[in-house]
């Protein structure tokens, strides 16, 4: 585990105190930074205040004086509608830097950057998940300015680790997408595997175990290994994997390209053909 280090103090503001922001905030308030968090009710607010940070009602209010603000919501269009509609991005100051932790388009960063040019957009979704965050060492995924990313980089290395510049504005959407694209995938050759084992009398759980020692093994095969069935992690991951893997469809279609052999490995996990949404 990574020895949690203070940080200049800065104001940073938060949006998407959840199952993934809620444990980044309380990060963010251990290393140092004064956090202004959005609370739309009672309840939300006092679990922010009990985290250390300042709950607050508005948007603008979640932007004053703040070098940085992190959005963390569940979907692409809360991110243009938290930014765009409700005003987030007007509200900041010029020069600050917005960090975009969401799993969405990498069109939506190039919106939200053309929208405020005076303010600098970083893609950085996320890879691992509560846990990691608690431990400091979520991995980022993240485009844009390396410049703007270096001005963020205290910020983020309070629960980030690694973080990884991997291109432009966009690419770290591309690099998240891909990157669960192809952890379905495994998944899905998994379960065909599976599947298969049981039709020759192979149990699920030596299977997979086996795997984990052989030229088989991946990162997909080691967790569903823990559950010893392949379905039961699939299950439990699912709302999340599918959102995913609906929107790295919908971003193909929209460069003129598709996913390959990866669609029919990807609709054993999801359950849905390529170009549809999942169960």
Same mark, same amino acid.
């Given at each position: 585990?990574?020895?949690?280090?203070?940080?200049? =103090?800065?104001?940073?503001?938060?949006?998407?105190?959840?199952?993934?922001?809620?444990?980044?905030?309380?990060?963010?308030?251990?290393?140092?930074?004064?956090?202004?968090?959005?609370?739309?009710?009672?309840?939300?607010?006092? @679990?922010?205040?009990?985290?250390?940070?300042?709950?607050?009602?508005?948007?603008?209010?979640?932007? %004053?004086?703040?070098? #940085?603000?992190?959005?963390?919501?569940?979907?692409?269009?809360?991110?243009?509608?938290?930014?765009?509609?409700?005003?987030?991005?007007?509200?900041?100051?010029?020069?600050?830097?917005?960090?975009?932790?969401?799993?969405?388009?990498?069109?939506?960063?190039?919106?939200?950057?053309?929208?405020?040019?005076?303010?600098?957009?970083?893609?950085?979704?996320?890879?691992?998940?509560?846990?990691?965050?608690?431990?400091?060492?979520?991995?980022?995924? %993240?485009?844009?300015?390396?410049?703007?990313?270096?001005?963020?980089?205290?910020?983020?290395?309070?629960?980030?680790?690694?973080?990884?510049?991997?291109?432009?504005?966009?690419?770290?959407?591309?690099?998240?997408?891909?990157?669960?694209?192809?952890?379905?995938?495994?998944?899905? =050759?998994?379960?065909?595997? @599976?599947?298969?084992?049981?039709?020759?009398?192979?149990?699920?759980?030596?299977?997979?175990?086996? %795997?984990?020692?052989?030229?088989?093994?991946?990162?997909?095969?080691?967790? @569903?290994?823990?559950?010893?069935?392949?379905?039961?992690?699939?299950?439990?991951?699912?709302?999340?994997?599918?959102?995913? %893997?609906?929107?790295?469809?919908?971003?193909?279609?929209?460069?003129?390209?598709?996913?390959?052999?990866?669609?029919?490995?990807?609709?054993?996990? #999801?359950?849905?053909?390529?170009?549809?949404?999942?169960?």
């Amino acid at each position: 585990m990574r020895e949690e280090q203070s940080n200049p =103090m800065s104001t940073v503001g938060f949006v998407g105190a959840g199952r993934m922001g809620a444990p980044m905030v309380e990060r963010l308030v251990k290393a140092g930074h004064e956090v202004r968090v959005l609370g739309r009710s009672t309840e939300k607010c006092a @679990a922010i205040s009990e985290l250390g940070a300042t709950a607050v009602t508005g948007l603008d209010e979640v932007a %004053v004086g703040a070098a #940085v603000v992190v959005i963390c919501v569940f979907t692409d269009a809360q991110v243009r509608e938290t930014c765009l509609d409700g005003g987030l991005l007007a509200a900041m100051p010029a020069d600050s830097v917005l960090v975009v932790h969401t799993t969405g388009s990498p069109r939506t960063a190039d919106l939200l950057a053309a929208a405020a040019p005076g303010i600098s957009v970083l893609d950085a979704p996320v890879s691992g998940g509560p846990h990691d965050i608690a431990a400091g060492n979520i991995t980022l995924f %993240v485009g844009g300015d390396a410049t703007a990313l270096e001005s963020a980089r205290p910020t983020l290395a309070a629960y980030g680790d690694p973080i990884l510049h991997v291109g432009g504005l966009g690419a770290g959407q591309w690099v998240k997408l891909l990157n669960n694209a192809m952890f379905a995938a495994q998944l899905g =050759m998994l379960r065909e595997a @599976a599947s298969f084992a049981a039709h020759v009398g192979v149990r699920e759980d030596g299977l997979l175990e086996a %795997v984990g020692h052989g030229s088989g093994a991946s990162r997909a095969a080691e967790i @569903a290994g823990a559950r010893g069935s392949v379905q039961s992690f699939i299950e439990s991951v699912g709302e999340f994997l599918g959102k995913d %893997v609906a929107v790295v469809r919908e971003v193909a279609a929209e460069v003129g390209g598709d996913l390959g052999l990866l669609e029919g490995l990807l609709d054993v996990v #999801v359950g849905a053909p390529a170009g549809g949404k999942p169960d």
